[in-house]
DNA sequence: TTGTATGCGTTATCAG
DNA sequence: CTGATAACGCATACAA
């Protein structure tokens, strides 16, 4: 392979010249110009980014850590800080951690040893043992936190106004009639626990609903917790009306506990659940969903993270976005509760 | 950022020992050992991976090539792919290109700038203007095909039996009775249709029935033209009793259509396609399906992309894998046909 | 076994 | 404006 120094004695120059017509910073006769160019043309010579990278002290890379690509509400979120990558020249490796903190901890030695520039990261856990996030950030890695924010660390960030989600989520089963309404969170600790289930009991409480803390069950964001829950809910003594599910894995869950048991939403069941997904929009029942901006977490984190890393401001203020999410009512809470129930 | 001298002083070695006890492949004298781990511990060395790349020649990194993350059928294969290199000390970087040949030849440019070690490729285009994999081929970067095969050139691959997997499908509803079938493909000139066509032609061949080529419609791959020909298919004056997708982005298309006439299958109308959503099991109607192993085919190709690597056996003969799919026989297509119809 | 010196391919500094 | 040269951080051949 071509290096530059095959380019300058082709062209009779020096590699410096060349250097100089390939960065465009310093002016160059027309003449010598022409003549480095076609020996780069000639040659096929491709800079090697390898060595820019070592002299220039930057990668022009940024990692991503995610839990799982598999998890249809990350490859938005990846495709979106891809092309924000791309449109300012970076590249992405993304890592996908099962949040695991031990992988994660691997992950964050390895993109260290690998200098990327910066680091979108979705972490792992939100309260912990965060030292090496915390140690990756006194040492100037810019980091820009995706979906979650961890707490005691104060970092930018871009999530998504999850209570408020939920909470207009929850407002609008109410104002369909239901009181009697469940909620099947995601396991404790976790943030999107916490902050989902916010926006539950925020609007239980503006609507004067007293809690039943039977209708409040812990999953743990698995299809089977979903599944579990549901059948007990809906085979107790005295049945919810309507179900939220914090995630859309749980979802599936409560759904099939639904066909299984022999019922239907909405006739005998109202069913909403956070995260919608487009590709089962055609499918029955057609769920009212919370939708998040996937796409644009990825996109506006990654933005945010190169100019933190153009523009290094030490002391400068963490920012944190917080997108809105839209309420997308369906077939599965359509049906308005009459006074005698579901 | 400390770096390998930072250490050796610190540790009153050379650089030459520090980087002997790093890479392990030399004795060092236990003294010498402990004093240099002790310095790397209390500096926090991490070697830098950019200098070593420049030094060794090779950067442990491999690039990925792909359609769209955000197509289901890429997350696994991407998640398949990114296991197998991280067992293998690789990283991974993917890159989409929605087939755009503009888009993969960029790509392919910043790449071997790159220096990646090796080439995962899930081609745009399979015939027409290939120059620039075909260039890469010629100066020596290894490139392991997956899903689809370019034409014309021989490279290693790792894809699926499409035409076994549609002829399958095909076979299913032939025995349910089924003799009408309608058959939606993705565009001309396409590998994937052309393969899932095959599979489609044997099977009625191989069943002595008549093709009619009012029901062999081509799409586009997308949802709207899986609707749009459903709709026309469904309201024909001799409509198909089975109408089989080449993919489940159509089918999408083809159950909104369905609903949207206030249709049900399977109990108007017989519904099959490839490719299995997992997530929309739990959902009506349950779609047969033609399930392809997404994760094997990324491990799989990263495996031998990898053994190419380390092992580049210049003359050794392409190798070719072909991993079988699976029909998953569910309710849209359990209807048995009367004489009479559907 | 350990230390020294050279080069990997670039960029950047500084004379000319 | 152009050319020579010193880093960038590491690995390796070679010498001690």
Redesign the interface.
């Known amino acids: 392979?071509p290096t530059i120094k095959d380019v300058a004695s082709r062209a009779g120059v020096s590699v410096g010249t060349v250097s100089n017509v390939l960065s465009g910073s310093v002016t160059v006769t027309d003449d010598l110009r022409t003549r480095v160019e076609e020996a780069i043309a000639e040659l096929?010579y491709?800079?090697?980014?390898?060595?820019r990278?070592?002299k220039k002290r930057q990668?022009n890379?940024l990692g991503m850590i995610i839990s799982?690509?598999?998890n249809?509400f990350?490859?938005?979120m990846?495709?979106g800080a891809?092309d924000a990558a791309a449109a300012a020249g970076y590249?992405?490796?993304?890592?996908?951690t099962d949040d695991r903190v031990e992988r994660e901890r691997q992950v964050f030695?390895?993109l260290?040893?690998?200098?990327v520039d910066g680091l979108l990261l979705v972490v792992a856990l939100v309260r912990g043992d965060l030292s090496h996030v915390r140690?990756a950030v006194e040492?100037g890695l810019p980091i820009v936190c995706l979906d979650r924010r961890p707490e005691g660390l104060d970092l930018d960030s871009v999530t998504v106004d999850n209570a408020g989600g939920v909470r207009q989520c929850i407002e609008h089963l109410i104002e369909r009639g239901h009181r009697r309404i469940a909620v099947i969170t995601g396991g404790q600790g976790k943030y999107i626990t916490q902050v989902r289930l916010d926006g539950y009991l925020e609007a239980m409480a503006a609507a004067g609903i007293p809690l039943d803390p039977n209708l409040i069950r812990d999953g743990n964001f698995r299809r089977e917790s979903g599944f579990a829950i549901a059948k007990e809910l809906l085979t107790s003594p005295n049945p919810p009306t309507a179900i939220f599910s914090c995630n859309h894995i749980m979802n599936?869950?409560v759904?099939?506990a639904v066909?299984e048991l022999g019922l239907e939403s909405p006739r005998d069941i109202t069913l909403a659940t956070f995260d919608r997904?487009k590709?089962?929009?055609?499918?029955?029942?057609h769920m009212t969903s919370v939708e998040q901006p996937s796409y644009e977490i990825g996109a506006q984190g990654t933005r945010l993270l190169i100019e933190r890393i153009k523009n290094p401001a030490e002391g400068a203020p963490r920012v944190h976005i917080q997108l809105p999410t839209q309420l997308r009512i369906a077939e599965s809470s359509s049906g308005r509760l009459s006074a005698a129930g579901n």
Chains 1, 2 share one sequence.
């Open positions: 392979m096929d491709r800079p090697n980014l390898i060595a990278s070592l990668t890379t799982d690509i598999v249809p990350f490859p938005e990846v495709r891809e590249i992405l490796t993304t890592f996908n030695e390895l260290r040893s690998r200098r140690q040492e599936l869950g759904v099939q066909e997904l590709l089962t929009d055609v499918f029955r029942p």
